[in-house]
């Protein structure tokens, strides 16, 4: 199983749900993509490639987060471990390049040029 996978599932279900629905279903996803990492069913972690339901209810979404938030969340991560060199690499992308988590979670080695 792989990230683009959890997205597509979810992506073609939620279509088909009212938003309350829709947020119970990726809720119980990703706790059931949580405990099967725990269990060592899966490796990686899909629980990140669940995509948000938009909530039309909220007034304001924040765009961004500034220089120093971004700054403080990068030097968190222990790049020491081959998953804090990947969350690193993801969040620089997600900061640097202004890619959207889903394409970040569906990047392949083959896209990087």
Known sequence: MRAVD???FVQKWVSRLNMRR???M???LRSFLSYARYRGDITSALIVAV????NSSLSS????????????LLASIDRDTP???RDYAMILALARLGLRSSEVVSLELDDID
Request: charged share 25%; net charge positive; hydrophobic share 45%.
């Open 83 to 85: 998953v804090g060199c």
């Open 26 to 28: 990726t809720t119980a």
């Open 61 to 72: 979404i924040l765009r961004a987060i500034g220089r120093d938030e971004v700054t403080r």
């Open 6 to 8: 959890v997205t597509d």
């Open 22 to 24: 829709a947020k119970i």
């Open 51 to 54: 995509p948000i339901v938009a």
